[in-house]
């Protein structure tokens, strides 16, 4: 059983930042990437970031140039620093791994909620 844990979320006005983790635990066989989705009321779950194993990232567009997505390996962690974060961007951001296996694990979401 893997558990992936985020935090870091919260209320921050427009413009400003936030820094999200998210702790792997559990049997984890191998990560193949771990990234960010993100579900906005009354909206489907979307990609936000992904980063592989060997460091490789890709972004939603909506984000590029204001988000960062990075990994400690060693601690089975992933980070998403957020920047210039716009009110578009409040939701419910979600944790996901995805072993080597091709198994996919999801934490149980933090809010973001961006003021105007």
Known sequence: QVQLVESGGGLVQ???????????????????????????????????????????????????????ISRDNAKNTVYLQMNSLKPGDTAVYYCNLVSTLGRVYWGQGTQVTVSS
């Open 14 to 68: 427009a413009g400003g930042s936030l820094r999200l983790s998210c702790a792997a635990s559990g049997s984890i066989s191998s990560v193949n990437a771990m990234g960010w989705y993100r579900q906005a009321p009354g909206k489907q779950r979307e990609f936000v970031a992904l980063i592989t194993s060997s460091g490789s990232t890709n972004y939603a567009d909506s984000v590029k140039g204001r988000f960062t």
